[in-house]
């Protein structure tokens, strides 16, 4: 069964500071990978979404990068800001309808 | 905008009760699904639905119940409620590409 580890599970870092979120996964036969933010009191909303097929995606700040034969995954956010605080969880595909998720990584950005 | 509601944003029930959890899209999508999400352990799969009436159960079934009569409207049933399923539970639906998953904005469930 498909483990997928987050880590840290929470950072604290001033704001403008580029910084790493961390995803790692045991079974490297996966379909998709994709990260999610969540704020509080609400649902997850997707934010990365890299086939098994690419290298990194990118979205504005945001720069996620997949290594298959290491079973990882990055997250990279650039010029951090406080609306980013919020929980970012990484999410492992084996199939169309399978997800595995990671337990998070709770990110504050201090003004 | 696209949208998953769920019945109930806070819920709290006592031991034994029956339990009814719903969720409702608005998207067409024909793949539903239900996650429980307890600190440390992730979002973990209960059931999910491919189809009106089509269900398989996810990684955690037991102790659960879906129904799913409407393709916009997917439940969730605790037949006989107990403690260790206070947890919040988010429902999710899925258009055919793979980034298209939207999900609702949880239920936080507390079994008394």
């Known amino acids: 069964k498909q483990e997928v580890t987050q880590i840290p599970a929470a950072l604290s870092v001033p704001e403008g500071e580029n910084l790493v979120l961390n995803c790692s996964f045991t079974?490297?036969?996966?379909?998709?990978l994709q990260w999610f933010r969540q704020d509080p009191g609400k649902g997850l909303t997707s934010l990365l979404l890299?086939?098994?097929?690419?290298r990194e995606q990118t979205s504005g700040r945001l720069n996620a990068s997949l290594d298959k034969s290491s079973g990882r995954s990055t997250l990279y956010i650039a010029a951090s800001q406080p609306g980013d605080s919020a929980t970012y969880l990484c999410?492992?595909?084996?199939?169309?309808?399978?997800?595995?998720f990671g337990s998070g990584t709770k990110l504050n950005v201090k003004p | 905008d696209v949208k998953v509601t769920q019945s109930s944003r806070y819920l709290v029930k006592r031991t034994g009760e029956k339990v009814f959890l719903e969720c409702v899209q608005d998207?067409?999508?024909?793949?539903m699904f239900w996650y429980r999400q307890d600190p440390g352990l992730g979002l973990r799969l209960i059931y999910f639905?491919?189809?009106?009436?089509?269900?398989e159960k996810g990684d955690i079934p037991e102790g659960y119940s879906v129904s799913r009569e409407k393709k916009e409207r997917f439940s969730l049933i605790l037949e006989s409620a107990s403690t260790n399923q206070t947890s919040m539970y988010l429902c999710a639906s899925r258009g055919p590409r793979p980034n298209e998953q939207f999900f609702g904005p949880g239920t936080r469930l507390t079994v008394l």
């Open positions: 079974d490297s036969a996966i379909y998709n």
């Open positions: 639905s491919y189809d009106v009436k089509m269900k």
């Open positions: 998207m067409d999508h024909e793949n």
């Open positions: 999410a492992v595909s084996p199939h169309f309808n399978k997800f595995y």
């Open positions: 890299i086939q098994s097929s690419q």
